[in-house]
Nanobody
Framework: QVQLLESGGGLVQAGGSLRLSCAAS????????MSWYRQAPGKQRELVASIFSFGGTNYGDAVKGRFTISRDNAKNSVYLEMNSLKPEDTAVYYC???????????????WGQGTLVTVSS
């Protein structure tokens, strides 16, 4: 069974920074895209950033220029460096991975439990 575990959330003042981490574990053959999503209370989950196997990235408009996504394939991990944080960044941040397990060898979308980021004004 493949699992994702996020860490690094917390309380930070506006203008501050946080670094989120997510590590995948289990019987993994490979991981394609890894992404960060976020969800604020009463709102839909939205894409924050994605990173593909060989380093290509995509960012949501709300975080462009402020957040940086990266990954370490050897560790099956993805990171999100968040800078210049704003109160509207407050949300539960979820790690997502497009995983090919050892068996069955077909794509599986896996979600982490989430880590809370709170940005105070």
């Amino acid at each position: 069974q493949v699992q994702l575990l996020e860490s690094g959330g917390g309380l930070v003042q506006a203008g501050g920074s946080l670094r989120l981490s997510c590590a995948a574990s289990g019987s993994i053959f490979s991981i394609n895209a890894m992404s960060w999503y976020r969800q604020a209370p009463g709102k839909q989950r939205e894409l924050v950033a994605s990173i593909f196997s060989f380093g290509g990235t995509n960012y949501g408009d709300a975080v462009k220029g402020r957040f940086t996504i990266s990954r370490d394939n050897a560790k099956n991990s993805v990171y999100l460096e968040m800078n210049s944080l704003k109160p509207e960044d407050t949300a539960v941040y979820y790690c997502n991975a497009q995983v090919i397990p050892v068996t069955p060898r077909r794509n599986l979308e896996v979600w982490g439990q989430g880590t809370l980021v709170t940005v105070s004004s």
